[in-house]
Structures are given as structure tokens and as C-alpha cells.
């Protein structure tokens, strides 16, 4: 049984879930909040990316029972985040049925967000879903170096903590931005420590 898999609290809230929220909502509106699970923020795009399905964020937003799951992170209301008890949830849920959505749903992700110039999310996303060679990809076309001297240090150190470590050797390029912000970043500190010797 599923609620094997989940123990205390988590059962609890699980049971909760299932009976009083889940059961009552159409199955397609189950399984975009099962599919998108996997993803800190949504909008419409990436539902409709990570889905395959335009209608999907449409019901998602007009579901009464959702009203209160379904939370809003800006005015404009463009962007939306699952609660965390019910992202829980379903990320457990996933787990222990069937990962693959998870990787599938980072994956899309990537993409749309690397379609839409947001290139932290596109990597992250690409590292989530196993996809070493996309986000070492995705980090190398802003241009390191160049990122790096003109303001993006702290962009490029947010995209190189993406990146498992211990796979950095694999992608000379990628070492070479980090080790190019390193000597950066050291660069300025020195820079510091001798104005203040003055």
C-alpha cells in the first residue's frame, strides 16, 4: 500500500490528502498537481511544458478545492507554488510509484526555462534531473569569464552550486569559470586587505 511508504505525521496529512482533497478533484487536475509536484514554482508556461497540456493550468488556478493549495507568489499572479504539505505529499507519493516523473518533470522544466532566459532554473533543473551534461552545458553558453567580469559573479556561483562536485572534472570548461570566479573573488579580497594596510 502507498501509506506504507510514509510514516507519522506524514501518514496523517497523506490520509488527509488523499481522502478529503485528492479524491474529490477530476483525474486530470490529480495528475498535472502529481506531474508539476516536483517543481518549487509554476505558471502557466511550465505547467503547460511539463504537462503537455495547455488546458491543464487553467484547471489547476479554477478548482474551488484548490483554492488554498494552489498559492499565489506575486501580484501579477503569474507565478504559483503548491503548498508545502501537499508538495510533500506528492513528492513522496512519486517516489515510491514512479520516479521517472520526477526526472521527466525537471527535465521539461529545463527546458521551458532555459527557452525563457532564466538560466539558474534551467540549471538547476537539468542537475535535478540527472542531467549533468545539460546543465554543464547550459553553464558554459553564458560565456563564464565574461559573465563573471561584467557583474554575473554571483549569478555564476549560484549556477556552479548546481553543479555536483564531483562531477566537475568531467567539464574542463566549468572548472576553468570557477576557478576564474575563485581567482576573482580572491582578487577583490586582496584588494580590500591592501586598502585597508594603507
Not at 126 to 143: C, K, P, Q, S, Y
Not at 148 to 174: D, H, K, T
Request: glycine content about 6%.
Amino acid at each position: 500500500s502507498l501509506m506504507a511508504g510514509f510514516s507519522g505525521h506524514t501518514a496523517e496529512v497523506a490520509e488527509y490528502l488523499t481522502e478529503q482533497v485528492l479524491s474529490d478533484l477530476p483525474l486530470t487536475a490529480r495528475r498535472t498537481l502529481e506531474t508539476t509536484a516536483p517543481l518549487d514554482t509554476i505558471c502557466a508556461g511550465v505547467v503547460e511544458a511539463v504537462t503537455g497540456t495547455a488546458a491543464a493550468w487553467a484547471e489547476l488556478i479554477t478548482l474551488p478545492a484548490l483554492a488554498h493549495l494552489v498559492v499565489p507568489l506575486d501580484d501579477a499572479r503569474e507565478w504559483y507554488r503548491l503548498h508545502p504539505l501537499l508538495t510533500d505529499y506528492l513528492r513522496d507519493r512519486l517516489r515510491i510509484q514512479d520516479p521517472a516523473v520526477e526526472r521527466r518533470c525537471h527535465a521539461r522544466a529545463s527546458v521551458w526555462f532555459e527557452e525563457h532566459g532564466i538560466t539558474r532554473d534551467a540549471v538547476r533543473h537539468a542537475a535535478a534531473a540527472g542531467d549533468i551534461d545539460r546543465a554543464a552545458t547550459l553553464i558554459e553558453a553564458t560565456g563564464g569569464w565574461e559573465l563573471i567580469l561584467f557583474g554575473g559573479a554571483g549569478l555564476m556561483r549560484a549556477l556552479l552550486a548546481e553543479m555536483p562536485s564531483n562531477r566537475l572534472a568531467a567539464y574542463p570548461r566549468v572548472e576553468l569559470f570557477r576557478a576564474f570566479l575563485d581567482a576573482k573573488e580572491g582578487a577583490v579580497l586582496g584588494d580590500d586587505s591592501d586598502l585597508a594596510a594603507v
